[in-house]
T-cell receptor
Framework: AAGVIQSPRHLIKEKRETATLKCYPI?????VYWYQQGPGQDPQFLIS???????DKGSIPDRFSAQQFSDYHSELNMSSLELGDSALYFC?????????????FGPGTRLLVL | GEDVEQSLFLSVREGDSSVINCTYT??????LYWYKQEPGAGLQLLTY?????DMKQDQRLTVLLNKKDKHLSLRIADTQTGDSAIYFC???????????FGAGTQVVVTP
């Protein structure tokens, strides 16, 4: 079965640079969630989109922005990167938030900021 | 996850049963989940339970939910070395669907 695809899988950037992370949800899934997992920590919710509109916002820094496109893929744009942004970034997708459909996670993008 | 609490570590012998416990605070949580994360890997959905259920069994996995005490547990029968991982419990925090995770329980299976 098709899973959530994230690219790139690994990314190394320097401070103050920008990064773009991409997420391709499971086909026919209409909702995308972004989470950030710091080293040794649990995943923290950043932002979500339902039918291409932002549906919820968590602890996402103002330096980050995201959007969901017409084909339902999503991109997380990160600017002015800081050392503390080094983390594993997960994207998850689900088919119907109102029905409580479970979220399936992608493999994550490991970002290292030097 | 300050609203979801788990014990941090569990050691179990191969072939024994493992029980991982979790407590949550949001009584309005509709779904509760268990995810497995192996080193350097993503989050694998193991199972979930709807809040109007007390128990759910799926092969070697048994989930018990005590809504009164806001306590969730995951029992793994006949634990194998491949079960060594971090297990996260998570609650669906609101109708928008975001998940609130616990800190994760590191399960180590010894031969």
């Amino acid at each position: 079965a098709a899973g959530v695809i994230q690219s790139p899988r690994h990314l190394i950037k320097e401070k103050r640079e920008t990064a773009t992370l991409k997420c391709y949800p499971i086909p026919r899934h209409d909702t995308v969630y972004w989470y950030q997992q710091g080293p040794g920590q649990d995943p923290q919710f950043l932002i979500s989109f339902y039918e291409k509109m932002q549906s919820d916002k968590g602890s996402i820094p103002d330096r980050f922005s995201a959007q969901q496109f017409s084909d339902y893929h999503s991109e997380l744009n990160m600017s002015s990167l800081e050392l503390g942004d080094s983390a594993l970034y997960f994207c998850a997708s689900s088919s119907n938030r109102l029905a409580g459909e479970t979220q399936y996670f992608g493999p994550g993008t490991r970002l290292l900021v030097l | 996850g300050e609203d979801v609490e788990q014990s941090l570590f569990l050691s179990v012998r191969e072939g024994d049963s493992s029980v991982i416990n979790c407590t949550y605070t949001d009584s309005s949580s509709t779904y509760l989940y268990w995810y497995k994360q192996e080193p350097g890997a993503g989050l694998q959905l193991l199972t979930y339970i709807f809040s109007n259920m007390d128990m759910k069994q799926d092969q070697r996995l048994t989930v018990l939910l005590n809504k009164k005490d806001k306590h969730l547990s995951l029992r793994i029968a006949d634990t194998q070395t491949g079960d060594s991982a971090i297990y996260f419990c998570a609650e669906r925090a609101d109708s928008w669907g975001k998940l609130q995770f616990g800190a994760g329980t590191q399960v180590v299976v010894t031969p």
